[in-house]
């Protein structure tokens, strides 16, 4: 019996050994086929320790409790905050599923895209019909504090979240401008934001029928909506298209390069992606034909990121004009990389250039044909404490006889003194608008004043882009 199980038995000891001998010898062989770079990899991963030992003499002895994960996070801000890229930046879960927001259908706020630059929280763009846009928060402006809590120090994310409540509720958000030497209060009552990026018109001009598509952002929906809109126009035989991606802050390079795709031919890319390396990978259509009207493509200095994107392709790819005021200037792309846990870091992996080649940062896209709007489009909500009236002398007057002048009154001068032609100005408003013709603006007149101006501003008359861009294609 014991003869029996002998054999095997020693046979299974020597084949396990044999088993150990050769895995020992298959690690003894990459370890040394390793050589030299696994040492540089132990001296890479040494950085750490430095990171980790400093983690360890914070966590156990500042004088005050300190959560880890606030050590953590810290870090991680600390490592991005040193790329000087105010594009990379560390979203935690709550942040995350926030910055999805604005990618999906719709979001709570008060409308506008913020980006930190240069230290300073800076308006992109109100989005159209937005509260922001309504309350008249224009590009360029500064957020110094939201609900009397300045932003210094704080993280973009942070001040996002400060903006964002629930719909009804107001927010305070003090803003400095261009040119100003005091900053400006608005209080925007927040909403519901939809996201509904394409909006279609068919304009008639001399009997023509030139069709026009708005592209408020580049969200997930955009290129699907934008192609259904674009199919309608051209089964009720427009004329020409013109395309508004003016105070368009961006979104997603996917959603740009399929709408681009309807019009760039595969003669030039429609993109030209930069990587770390410097390598550039060029993007084609392989789209055959041109369409068979004529297009033209409106901007302004709120057209940013994949809208730049959108205007350099159109002009150097197929000549088609830009026309309005020069853009932002973003010219680099960035993807969300999961960190496991919801959170995310949205890192700057890209240059994008246009089809020529150039770098568009910082700089942003000239139009070739420049039209800027009337001066009561840039103007600041007036806000009085007390009346105006003749003889004084200050920036809100100056802003009231800007508004008079676009109304079609005669403020006489519009230097922010209160001359006698400035009274009679405001007589002349008030008779028209019922108000008891006192030539004093008081806050009735100049409610009424404003409410005058957002009406001018919202006909398309007064729109002189768009009337340069119909123009334009009326004449192809």
Known sequence: ???????????????????????????????????????????????????????????????????????????????????????????????????????????????????????????????????????????????????????????????????????????????????????????????????????????????????YLQITSFSEHTAADFVKELSA???????????????????????????????????????????????????????????????AVLMNEGSASAAEIFAAAMNESEDYPLIGEKTFGKGTVQKPVDLGDGSTIKLTFYKWLTPNGTWIHKNGIKPTIGVSQKDYYSLEPLTIEKPLEKDMNNKQVRILQKMLEGAGYEPGRTDGYYSAKTVKAVEAFQRMHHIRATGVADKETVSSLQEEIVKLMNEEKNDLQLQAGLRWLEQQ
Not at 88 to 104: G, P, R
Not at 241 to 254: A, K, Q, S
């Open 1 to 211: 019996m014991e003869n029996k199980w002998f054999w095997p038995f020693v046979t299974a000891v020597v084949l396990l050994i044999c088993t150990l001998a050769g895995s020992w010898w298959r690690y003894e062989y990459r370890q040394a086929s390793k050589g030299g770079q696994e040492q540089e990899d132990t001296q890479d991963w040494g950085q750490f320790e430095k990171v980790h030992q400093a983690f360890d003499i914070i966590a156990e002895n500042y004088v005050e409790q300190v959560e880890e994960t606030e050590l953590t996070e810290g870090a991680i801000k600390g490592m991005l905050g040193e790329l000087k890229d105010p594009y990379s930046v560390y979203m935690d879960a709550e942040t995350t599923s926030q910055f999805q927001q604005t990618l999906d259908s719709s979001f709570q706020g008060i409308g506008a895209e913020i980006n930190h630059l240069d230290g300073k929280f800076v308006i992109v763009s109100p989005f159209k019909h937005s509260p922001a846009e309504k309350a008249g928060i224009k590009p360029g402006d500064v957020i110094i504090r939201v609900d009397q809590q300045e932003t210094e120090g704080l993280e973009l994310y942070d001040v996002v979240s400060l903006i964002r409540g629930k719909v009804g509720t107001e927010v305070e958000v003090e803003v400095m401008r261009g040119g100003n030497s005091h900053p400006i209060k608005f209080v925007v009552e927040r909403a519901e934001i939809p996201l509904e990026t394409v909006h279609r018109s068919m304009k008639k001009l001399n009997g023509k029928s030139i069709g």
């Open 233 to 295: 126009l051209e089964d009720s035989q427009m004329d020409g298209l013109l395309i508004d991606v003016r105070g368009n802050p961006g979104g997603l390079l996917t959603s740009v390069e399929e709408i681009l795709k309807q019009f760039i031919t595969e003669k030039k890319p429609y993109i030209q992606i930069e990587e770390r390396s410097g390598k550039k990978n060029q993007y084609f259509s392989y789209t055959d034909d041109r369409k068979p009207y004529p297009i």
